[in-house]
């Protein structure tokens, strides 16, 4: 089926496919905003929901920001926020209702505020009162826009001094470093030597669950939305050592034949102890669960290992919802729940 070409365009018509090869370029995007802190910024919260939201993890890991940052999945905003708070309401549609309502949450805190959307609610309220606008590209699903979130969030912090200055020049040779990578993923590429569409194989029919040491979270976060999202196939994430705590346990009860399988996402730039976590977990839970897919990202750097390991996971989600007989880029049933909200 994977390498039927007529088969993957039937289930692929708006070429999720093509949008994923393609998200290096997201990283070279340039916005063009200006924004000017009006006090010492000394904590930023991002009001986010999704696609809009979780790429902001990613900076936890890399560049890494020097003040705290929190990722607010909410109606209301912490109650530590005030002037010397960057509130950024990102929304890709600029319609999430979560993000607005923090957004006003915000302002009655005397937060510094900036927007990232591609239109919508969020564009008007720019417009009628001001803040920067960091505008997204549209024509993309938001868990396929991540890049540009990333890009825009480097832009922002680079020049008030909240991420390492070289983190710009960074995201550029990552880029060129990432076109070279994915062209053994491509749907022209067979099954017998794409490391995506074999990995899809092993997954069909199973609940995917995805882990990770702290590193590599992020990636292994949105491992687990695009099998939601793309394969519309159920999933979810954790990461070491916080699995050894609880989720370890789980595993020991009832026979190996469970409906599952299970990515290990190793990086060998964890910490060791991390790594060390993998191999003991593996021999003292043999039996008990699915052997796991291994996934050792490429890259000698945490960004090129983080970056890698997320578009990875875009082509096996996608080349899993081809699989699935189902179309990657809509979410029906989501636009149906929004709908159903208002009524």
Known sequence: MLDDRQYIKQHDPQDALGIV???WQQLTHKFGVKFEAKADIRNIVLGGMGGSGWPAEYMQTWPGVNVPFEVSRNYTVPKYVDEHTLFIASSYSGNTEETIAQLHDAESHQAQIVVMASGG????????????????????QPRMSSFYFISAFI??????????VGANEERHN???????????WRADVPTAKNAAKQLAQELMGRTVIVYSGPLMFPAANKWKICFNENAKNLAWA???PEFNHNE???????????????????SNLEHERVQKRFLVTEK????KRPKPQVVVPKGETVAQQLFWSSVFGDFVSIY??????????PVDLVEKFKKALDE
């Open 155 to 164: 832009e922002l912090f680079t020049p008030l001094k909240l991420i390492d």
């Open 174 to 184: 990552i880029s060129k470093w990432l076109k070279t990578q994915t062209d053994s």
């Open 248 to 266: 370890f346990i789980g595993w020991s009860s009832h026979p190996v034949d469970k409906p599952f399988a299970v990515v290990e996402i190793r």
């Open 284 to 287: 003292l839970l043999s039996g």
């Open 238 to 240: 954790n990461r070491y």
């Open 121 to 140: 609610k969020l564009q008007k309220l720019t417009e009628e009162k001001g803040y920067p606008l960091y505008l997204l590209p549209t024509g993309t």
């Open 21 to 23: 090869e393609k998200q």
């Open 320 to 329: 899993l919802a081809i699989l699935n007989g189902v179309n990657p880029t």
